[in-house]
């Protein structure tokens, strides 16, 4: 008897459509609408915390006024940031904090090279419940080189974000021993997602918007997806007759979470 796949939804940033990014508040707004997967983005401050934030400077994100809005993120101490206020009563959460204030699975993206290597060694020192949740991604090749010259990872392994697919990633996949690749909607070809999985990796499509990406995603049999808005891409996924009789497990997931 074939166990049935399971297809993963991630939130991106959290739930981006009800919350500030990449707060405690997004990330449990996300998990109360159902999704699999929290996507966040790590960054270090200059006395070595590790925090989550999208962006280098808090210019685009922060909800008030501070004589920090154009200082990048890792010439600040741990101290300056947590006095950010990122609206909705939200600061900028550290890692650690976010491990704790979670359940689900995590996709953790290095956006700063120089936070490879701490990232590595702080997941080292986690249960391995933490550990084994992380999926490590970057779009950058060198970060997760670093990483791994660390420490080689938990059960999810790494994965690369690809912006275009007609770059020479694959040696990176191969010699990076990636569990997954990160591939957007439009670039999405079914010979390319075969490809993948014949190599032994899942592939995700990033980000789906609207029912022609759902319809994408079941046409090249992607194995996960994320949203910014995923109480959306939820309902999306699940109107697809196709992608349900795919994935049957996926809308009882949903009840598991309620």
Known sequence: MTTPRSFILCGHRGNMANAPEN???SFASAEGVGVDEIELDVRTTVDG???ILHDRTVRRTAAARTPFLDVPIERLTFEQVRGIDMGAGQQIPTFAETLESTSV??????KAPNAARPLARFLQQRPAADRDRCLITSFDPLSLADFRDEWTGGARGLALHIPDVTDNWRDHADRLELSTVYIPVPQLTPAL???Q???GRRVAA???EGPDDVRRIVETNVDATASNSP???RQLLESNEEFVARFPSFPADLAKTA
């Open 105 to 110: 699975l995590l996709q953790v993206e290095i």
């Open 193 to 195: 997602v075969e490809e």
């Open 231 to 233: 109480a959306h891409a």
């Open 197 to 199: 999985h014949d190599s």
């Open 23 to 25: 707060t405690l508040s």
């Open 206 to 208: 990033s980000l789906i």
């Open 49 to 51: 915390e590790l925090v």
